[in-house]
Nanobody, 121 residues
């Protein structure tokens, strides 16, 4: 069964850090381009980061650039999203998704169920 599972969310104080994980089962994650998205209450889904399967190139939205780092661990079939200097406006449900192709073209084939990140004092 093909599945993506996010983990690592939680409650963190402003300025804190979290590392989200996106683990695949049923397929080999390194063959896919992986994107991270978030959706805050009452807002649309935002693409925040992506790592390409072909050359490992990465993309970050301006809202998170310099604070987030996306990486792969092929041995663990997992993609990570290290989030530092978190702000209250980073509060959202975070999702990962997988597709064939580059970060900027094509639709995602598989989606995880999401993990909640809450940044609050």
């Amino acid at each position: 069964q093909v599945q993506l599972v996010e983990s690592g969310g939680g409650l963190v104080q402003p300025g804190g850090s979290l590392r989200l994980s996106c683990t695949a089962s049923g397929f080999t994650l390194h063959a896919y381009t992986i994107g991270w998205f978030r959706q805050a209450p009452g807002k649309g889904r935002e693409t925040i980061s992506c790592i390409s399967s072909s050359d490992g190139s990465t993309y970050y939205a301006d809202s998170v650039k310099g604070r987030l780092t996306i990486s792969r661990d092929n041995a663990k079939n997992t993609v990570y999203l290290q989030m530092n200097s978190l702000k209250p406006e980073d509060t959202a449900v975070y999702y990962c998704a997988a597709k064939i192709g580059s970060c900027h073209f094509g639709e995602y084939d598989y989606w995880g169920q999401g993990t909640q990140v809450t940044v609050s004092s």
